[in-house]
């Protein structure tokens, strides 16, 4: 069974709303998605957005209010056990069983998916060394560093060879060289097998991997496309600051010519303006006639995370000064 036009996962009008002691909680509103076979889709989003509860509804681990939702064509209320079938699944907080060995995990979630003997003899060896972990088999589950967890739990979540990956920011906690890693198994999947892979995620720099992104903020899809696309929605180019008093700087820059944007990031201002050669000099000067020192400056690539503040900041209705 297959989705339509190629399309592995969908979302159609999707609602979720939860009932509180106040009313009605409105998680998801209205969310449209569409994945197509053999892609790494990312949900990106705060804290609170919806993303999780898209992710946990399309799957059918939670009800739906209104809207449809399919995996490979398989109604996400309807036919969640056929879904369980074909799909990997890691939850944000994976809960390996610490007490059994890095093998019998593997063993572990053999047996919950109802794998064969004679296929098991065959997948585990090359799910272990595909996650690099074949020199640890006998290790237990509990003392693996964080980075080897994460890719015990991508091993155990394949060993019923499913087309489709859903992971709840599976790298959440992990060091940027195990994020890395776990990211390049994730982009061999996708190659060697052709998994389609849905995936939530904080981290802006993992947004970047990703073939598509979906912006969801307050329960309803801000941006979709690829991060070329979604970066080239800023309104204007980027010029970075390292002014002093910063707080001046800040305050200062939003009211002069050409300047569409002040995004602060650490003790830099990221400035969005019409055009970064001819407003950068002019930045610098009216600054320093207000007293104000810029120790660096220079032109910047937009990335993910500053038309990720943007889009939000827009959808917010904000004024233009620092975050």
Aim: hydrophobic share 40%.
């Amino acid at each position: 069974m297959t989705g339509e036009e190629g399309t592995v996962i969908r979302a159609r009008g999707l609602v979720k709303r939860f009932k509180s002691r106040g009313g009605e909680v409105m998680a998801i509103d209205g969310v449209d998605l569409a994945v197509g076979s053999g892609e790494i889709f990312g949900l990106i989003g705060p804290d609170g957005a919806g993303k999780t509860t898209s992710l946990r509804v399309i799957l059918g681990l939670l009800s739906r209010t209104e809207g449809e939702s399919a995996i490979l064509g398989y109604d996400s209320m309807r036919d969640t056990y056929a879904i369980r079938e074909r799909v990997g699944y890691i939850a944000q907080q994976f809960a390996l069983p610490g007490e059994l060995t890095v093998a019998e995990n593997m063993r572990f979630f053999a047996d919950m998916h109802g794998v064969a003997e004679s296929q098991r003899r065959q997948r585990i060896p090359q799910l272990l060394e595909f996650a690099g972990l074949t020199a640890f088999t006998d290790r237990l589950a509990n003392k693996l560093s964080g980075g080897m967890k994460k890719k015990l739990a991508l091993a155990c979540s394949l060993i019923h060879e499913p087309r489709v990956l859903m992971l709840d920011e599976p790298t959440l906690g992990v060091d940027p060289v195990s994020r890395r890693d776990f990211w390049s198994l994730l982009s061999r999947l996708r190659v060697e097998r052709g998994a389609t892979v849905l995936v939530c995620t904080p981290y802006m720099d993992e947004a970047e991997r990703c073939n598509r992104v979906a912006l969801i903020y307050a329960g309803q899809l801000v941006a979709c496309d690829t991060p070329q696309r979604i970066k080239g929605r800023l309104p204007g180019e980027l010029i970075e600051l390292h002014p002093e008093p910063f707080r001046r700087a800040r305050e200062g820059a939003a009211d002069l010519p050409g300047v569409l944007e002040v995004q602060t990031y650490g003790r830099a201002l990221h400035l969005v303006v019409d055009d970064a050669d001819r407003r950068g000099e002019e930045i610098v000067s009216a600054l320093e006639a207000q007293g104000i020192a810029c120790q660096r400056t220079r032109p910047i690539e937009p990335r993910m995370e500053e038309a990720f503040v943007s889009l939000i900041r827009a959808q917010r209705g904000e004024p233009r000064e620092g975050r």
